[in-house]
């Protein structure tokens, strides 16, 4: 089941736009297991059946893939950058490059802070090689969409020409 939704963005420039966001299914079942054996108990080799599920939802106007980071903290504990490896996975399996083009700013962390916070968003910069370029963002799951919009708005402060978003899953 892909679920889609769009996200008002305002860059810093004042420029207005839709964040696309489509996800491959809502955040239940395997697909949930997946993604939290994944992300907490380092079960690696799910990146690779979640990145499938994000085929059929990349465009084929694509120019990079990216992914969202995770905080330092969270990838220094874990060992890992869950998003990154989903998104290094569906570079291979569609032929599409992937780069690192964001930089998370602090240390906040999303998963189980109060919805204002979530609502608020982490900070981010982007690399000026997203210039000119159509640009896919990488997650696992969106909630709010506070995440994807602030990393969006980051692409597109550095000239990004578009920026759309794929999940493999939505929480409802």
């Not at 996975?89 to 569609?94: D, I, N, R, S």
Request: charged share 25%; with cysteine.
């Amino acid at each position: 089941m892909v679920t889609h939704r769009t996200e008002r963005l305002t860059t810093d420039g004042g420029r207005p736009g839709d964040l696309r966001v489509s996800s491959a299914s809502l955040f239940e079942g395997r697909t949930r297991d997946a993604i939290i054996g994944l992300k907490y108990r380092n079960e690696r080799r799910n990146a690779l059946g979640l990145a499938r599920l994000l085929v059929p939802l990349v465009g084929a106007g694509t120019d990079v893939l990216t992914w969202v980071p995770t905080a330092e903290a969270r990838r220094r504990e874990r060992g890992i950058d869950h998003a990154e490896l989903i998104a290094r996975h569906l570079g291979a399996l569609t032929g599409v490059p992937v780069a690192r083009l964001l930089q998370r700013l602090g240390a906040g962390q999303q998963t189980g802070a109060a919805r204002s916070v979530r609502l608020a968003g982490p900070r981010f910069v982007a690399h000026r090689r997203c210039a000119g370029r159509a640009v896919v963002l990488v997650d696992d799951v969106v909630t709010t969409g506070s995440t994807l919009r602030s990393a969006a708005q980051a692409l597109l402060c550095e000239g990004a020409r578009e920026v759309s978003a794929v999940t493999v899953s939505a929480v409802e």
